[in-house]
């Protein structure tokens, strides 16, 4: 799976990352638009309507998860890919902490599976419920949302410093790496970047694993 995003061209990833997230999210506020702009207050008081009101906010709200998901999946294997795929061709001088990378790298998926309970939470329950549901929640949510955001910028860094060490085939200090950190968080430009040379380097390397 990782020689896959090694391989990939850096428009394709733009289009995968980018693109279909972006055109799904188009569909969905345009399928919300068409529904609000022809639906009428009479329709809560029909029960077939009622029933077709409660469809489509359903659809609604399963739609954004299911993006979510889609998103977090292309960008993380990305860089999952940098970070791990790119190992097999660091120098074998330089020590480099994976088990750590891997751990903090999983968090922001619990993270993820949180945000989507809590989006439940608030679609599914109101009044006092709502509230005890927060009561319950929160004090779980909040410090692994804040841990999560820790992670990222690591697995930022883990894939910043894999890059850059495969490429100058030696051990690496921040200075060396800090603009592909950058580049990786602003992924959007950085991938017109930093990919065609991830393919460079794939195609330079792969015979040593073969």
Known sequence: MTNIF?????????LLMIGIPLLSKIYMYARIWMFESYSTPEMVTDDMGFTQVLDEKFIQFGWFPAIMLLFSLLVFGWLWSLAIGLQKWVPTDVKMKTLR?????FIPFIDILFIINYMTG???????????YLGIIDPVMIPLHLFSIFCIFHTLYFAAKTLKTVEFKRKVGLGDFIGEFFLLWFYFVGVWIIQPRVNQLYEKNKTITH
């Open 101 to 105: 990378f891997k751990v903090f790298f």
């Open 122 to 132: 608030i679609f599914m329950f109101n009044g006092t419920a709502f509230l005890m």
């Open 6 to 14: 090694l391989r990939a061209k850096h428009w394709q990833l733009f």
